[in-house]
């Protein structure tokens, strides 16, 4: 069992530019055009250096400010002008292997207008849209997340399922691996938001890269979205009615499964990481595997007077489940960032976890409450409740 200690918040830095490279342009005399053009030309952006990391925009506005996700920043940063010149620029201190997702607001007059940073190509979606992101020094996108030529691909097969539970029709995705074979038993993970998953986090290719590199065993998948989050994340009998007495055995009944706990697990993320644990503690006995991503685990003594009505009955959970814990799952993977609000909520569930027996590995990463964040934790976590050959030895 690891735990991975709290990593500081960044925090605004002094105006002193010295050694920026901004400051060819800041002290001295006001640039000329051709300056300014010579030196967007030769950086990119935001430009990163060492800690420091420079956020920079040119156009006819009032002001800018840098909106962020980062929790426990000043959340509209206002950028510093050039004099004589229409560049704009403001400095963050951005600590080592830290990710984050932001906007630029200009205001001209009384309008204002959220934008992509228009020197910075890289951008991250979500079901809201894209926001472009800032690397700082040694973040690097894991290779395990693109396209490998190499890696078989495994197949996604569109599916419905009617639930009695749900009084509905629910459409599933089921993955199988490359070199799936009837002859073989296969453990089953069930993901809730699968659908998101995929189009945000690269789940198949993660998948396929991982199992064809052995960091993790042959999985299937089963990936579910449902029409309501909110009615059926937030600790829904229903919801887990369905998971664990319908589509599983379904999938069961169907597939070459191992049938067992250790061959079944839940997955999500926010909201998708409170349904997975929810139905694990009303079925403690079906699932022994859990990977929780930046789980919205309210608790009644934790952000209660600001909290929104809506987590009462995610909070009405918690707290009975932390008034008598006990064992739920095998293992357990959870994981947070250190730039997310939740991160309180998460790292203070850790060791009521690990006190019932349960394995538990936590890691947290300066990154915010976005699909990347939890793409880049899938590798650490896959392979520690399903390891492949690789991680045999480890695990």
Known sequence: MRYVPAQEEPHIPSADHTGLAIAELVDGETPSEETIGGFLA????????????????????????????????????????IAGTDLWYYVLELPE????????????????????????PHLAHDPFGANSVAHGTGYRVPDWTEEDPAARPGSLEERVVHSE?????????????????????????VVH???????????KTVLDNLIHRLDIAGLVVALTQPPDRMAQYRDSEDHARFVAEEL??????????????????????????????????????????LL???????????????????????????????????????????????????IYENRSLVPLLRRTGMQIRFVEARDGHNWENWRDRLREGLAFLFPGPKWWTYY
């Not at 952006?45 to 800690?51: D, M």
């Open 42 to 81: 030769k950086h990119d952006f935001p430009i990163v250096e060492g800690s420091r990391c420079t956020f920079v925009f040119r156009g006819p506005v009032d002001s800018v400010s840098l909106r962020h996700w980062v929790f426990g920043l000043p959340t509209a940063a206002p950028f510093t002008r």
């Open 165 to 189: 539970a749900l009084g509905e029709q629910r459409r599933v995705t089921i993955y199988r691996p490359a070199r799936f074979r009837e002859s073989r038993r296969y453990p089953l993970l």
């Open 248 to 289: 599983v055995p379904l999938l069961e009944d169907e597939l070459p499964l191992l049938g067992t706990p250790a061959g079944r697990g839940l997955m999500g993320a926010s909201l998708g990481a409170v349904a997975s644990l929810s139905t694990a503690i009303r079925y403690p006995d079906r699932f022994g595997r």
């Open 97 to 120: 292997g830290s990710r984050v997702e932001y906007k630029f607001e200009g205001t001209r007059g009384r309008r204002a207008t959220w934008v992509h940073d228009p020197l910075n």
């Open 292 to 342: 929780l991503q930046s789980g919205s685990f309210a608790f009644s003594d934790i952000g209660r007077h600001d909290r929104s009505p809506i987590f009462d009955p995610i909070a009405e959970m918690m707290n009975r489940y932390r008034a008598a814990p006990f064992g739920v799952a095998e293992r357990v993977f959870l994981s947070c960032g250190t730039y997310e609000s939740l």
């Open 193 to 203: 938001d699968g659908q998101d998953y995929l189009r945000y986090a690269r789940l």
